[in-house]
């Protein structure tokens, strides 16, 4: 971690399919995305500056939990100012990642319950990185956290089925973990407020959501 926190960025390109300025670097030989805040672009439901945070934000959930879905990330500052860097993680070709994120895999159902909690509002297929079968990562998190209700995602396959014991631990411990002030340094109070509320009300009905009538259940493009 120290080398991701302290070595110099080396830009080597930029990913050119990514909504807000995303850079692909390299630190002492090993690769990074490099996501500047002076690089967000405004959103009408976040406030501005604030989407690297989030990116940190569900990184330290996805550890803290025991999820290890959000590969190694960190805020720092960089070539074009402070930014989240995040360690590169390639994803295994010869896996199909609709097919195998449309299965009832425990890794797929357990990234399943890391979006419920962190409220993502953007897991496309392509934010899916299958390591293999039994490891699986997830990327860009910076639409996340909101206050309203916002889950867009892939993953519905489990919708209405009970949570299992350890589900339910988990929950538990979100709503305990995300009160520290680690997360009040980079959330509103109002958004801690407001994950804190859904997890109650998940650990009250004990099931997986299901889809809302009141926004897109699945992000635009899903790939």
Request: charged share 25%; hydrophobic share 40%.
């Amino acid at each position: 971690m120290t080398r991701l926190l302290d070595g110099e960025i080396s830009i080597l390109g930029r990913i050119t399919d990514a909504s807000n300025a995303t850079l692909l670097g390299e630190i002492e030989g090993m690769r990074v995305v490099y996501k500047p805040v002076a690089g967000e672009k405004p959103m009408w439901d976040f406030p501005d500056g604030n989407l690297a945070q989030r990116e940190y934000a569900s990184f330290l959930v996805s550890e803290k939990l025991g999820f290890h879905i959000v590969p190694r990330t960190v805020l720092r500052e960089g070539p074009y100012g402070i930014g989240m860097v995040q360690e590169w993680c390639e994803p295994n070709a010869e896996i199909d990642v609709v097919e195998f994120s449309q299965s009832d895999s425990p890794v797929m159902r357990k990234m399943a319950l890391f979006d419920i909690l962190i409220n993502n509002g953007d897991r496309k297929f392509g934010h899916i990185l299958p390591v293999d079968r039994t490891d699986v990562r997830g990327c860009d998190h910076g639409v996340t956290f909101n206050e309203e209700n916002r889950l867009r995602t892939v993953l519905w396959q489990w919708a209405g089925e009970k949570f299992t014991d350890i589900e339910m631990s988990l929950i538990q411990q979100f709503s305990s973990e995300i009160r520290s002030e680690e997360f009040a340094n980079l959330l509103a109070e109002h958004e801690i407020v407001a994950a804190i509320a859904r997890a109650e009300e998940l650990l009250q009905y004990g099931i997986f959501p299901q889809p809302s009538d009141e926004w897109p259940a699945i992000p635009w493009p899903p790939f």
